[in-house]
């Protein structure tokens, strides 16, 4: 990278997130304050193939910060998958003078921003908005606060429930490949018994645990269980499991789905996504490029897409410690 961008393009790629639409807000606002053309490109990297681009100014983006979802829309691409889709992509970008591009989104949608900035030279920065908050480089994702008090909230509720009948209750949470959610919504709701992917304890284990806890006097119990397939059964695999195998409850199975994804992103997701954002402005200006941006313990810091990708992001062991003493 030799020179100052002079126009700066954004998109929102894969799943949303609630925070994304902060973090387009402060990338626009930043290039208009550093006097950068900004554009924005709709529907991710099939809006960047078809040329759905506008221009954004600082009023483009009014009253948008407290939105969830993202109001440059998302969609997965499977042209963009293609060394043809990405030519295509790029060509578009040149055609509107756009000199850099920010990628908003998790790994799979910088993966392809990687992709397009080695086979054509376009300068990219990432910003990790995920609620599975699984990004190596940053301490947390945007929207990872927010769908986590969303899980806190709706477990409290189904606990009432439990309580009143004497229930167990499986509570499936999104988490793809990363217990983050389940592991941190389940100490925070005072859950039983939490099954993560990074921690596969096995259902016999959990049969003993809930065993145990009927046995010292504990007439409902709340399980939360990340979606991942390294579990090995499902939410209503397990249930039908514990049905056979253990008497005395009744068990229901709660799969929180896409409320995870949605509603107002909550204060912490809207500050680090204003942060990432003029993060990520600022260094495509001072001529650094193809990293994320991210917080480590309390900075705002940045990593070469290749270190996010090759290294897996570690569980908080210590967590797990809290887990097993508070739920006994």
Not at 158 to 176: C, K, P, Q, W, Y
Not at 226 to 253: C, D, P, Q, T
């Amino acid at each position: 990278m030799n020179k100052k961008p002079s126009h700066i393009a954004v998109l929102t790629s894969g799943g949303d997130s609630p925070g994304m639409n902060a973090a387009i807000r402060a990338v626009v606002r930043c290039c208009a304050f550093y006097q950068t053309k900004c554009s924005g490109i709709f529907r991710g990297f099939e809006g960047l193939i078809e040329k759905d681009f506008k221009v954004l100014d600082a009023r483009s983006v009014k009253n948008i910060i407290n939105r969830g979802g993202t109001f440059l829309k998302s969609t997965r691409s499977d042209e963009f998958r293609t060394a043809e889709g990405r030519e295509k992509a790029f060509k578009n970008l040149k055609e509107e003078n756009v000199d850099a591009l920010i990628v908003i989104g998790g790994n799979g949608s910088f993966k392809g921003a990687e992709l397009l900035s080695k086979e054509h030279g376009i300068p990219v920065i990432g910003i990790p908005a995920t609620i599975d908050n699984d990004i190596n480089g940053t301490d947390f994702s945007v929207g990872y606060d927010t769908a986590l008090n969303t899980v806190v909230e709706a477990i409290d509720k189904i606990r009432d429930t439990a309580n009143s009948h004497n229930r167990l209750f499986l509570v499936e949470v999104m988490g793809r490949d990363a217990g983050d959610i389940a592991l941190n919504a389940g100490i925070g709701a005072g859950a039983e018994e939490i099954l993560i992917p990074e921690e596969n304890l096995g259902v016999e284990r959990l049969l003993k645990s809930l065993k145990h806890s009927r046995a010292s006097g504990k007439t409902s119990s709340i399980v939360v269980i990340s979606e991942s397939k390294k579990i090995g059964k499902n939410a209503f695999e397990l249930a039908a499991y514990l049905e056979e195998h253990l008497k005395g409850y009744e068990i229901r199975v709660t799969v929180l789905g896409h409320i995870q994804r949605g509603g107002a992103p909550s204060c912490y997701d809207r500050v680090l996504a204003s942060k990432l954002g003029i993060k990520a402005v600022e260094t495509l200006l001072n001529l650094e490029s193809n990293v994320i941006v991210g917080i480590t313990n309390r900075q705002i810091t940045t990593v070469s897409f290749e270190t996010a990708a090759a290294i897996h992001r570690k569980l908080d062991e210590n967590l797990l410690r809290v887990a097993d003493i508070t739920s006994i």
